[in-house]
């Protein structure tokens, strides 16, 4: 990770390594979350990045958006490889600044859920189209959730 602190980019924090990184959402109050590989870390000033959204399975956290650090939604895929077939499906996480909860009815067209947007009541997911779907890979998806 990478901070500008006026005049050069300095490497923060030097001594610590994190899988892939695809989103970060920096929190009002300060708190940097970032999303990737296995999860979902929380890092602040100087301190060693927390994993703070572990899984079951593997996950690949695509998106983060809240409005609070008690408020914040992940999107991402969880891959699996029961009994010998590969499945990916989309997940999305609330973490109510305690726990992190997966939702449970979220659409499962095919579709690879990218990013998501909230303003606390109301929350909105994008991404396109995947498979043999007529528009694969030319067409956006958004899906509106409250």
């Known amino acids: ?6 005049q050069e980019w300095i490497v923060d924090p030097p001594n610590y390594r994190i899988e892939q990184f695809y989103s970060s ?14 999860g ?15 899984h079951d399975e593997f996950i690949s956290i695509k998106g983060l958006y809240g409005t609070s650090d008690n408020n914040i939604f992940a999107v991402g895929v969880e891959i699996s490889n029961a009994d010998g077939v590969h499945r990916e499906e989309n997940v999305v996480f609330h973490y109510d600044g305690t726990e992190w909860q997966q939702l449970p009815n979220i659409p499962q067209i095919p579709m690879f859920i990218s990013d998501l947007w909230t303003d606390g009541e109301e929350v909105f997911f994008v ?3 995947i498979g043999d779907l ?13």
């Open 1 to 6: 990770m990478f901070i500008y602190d006026g």
């Open 40 to 54: 979902v870390y929380r890092i602040t000033s100087h301190s060693p990045p927390e994993l703070i959204l572990e």
């Open 25 to 38: 959402w920096l929190s009002p109050a300060g708190n940097l979350y970032s999303g990737g590989y296995y």
């Open 134 to 146: 007529p528009g694969y890979g030319m067409t956006t998806v958004i899906i509106h959730g409250e």
């Open 127 to 129: 991404g396109e189209l």
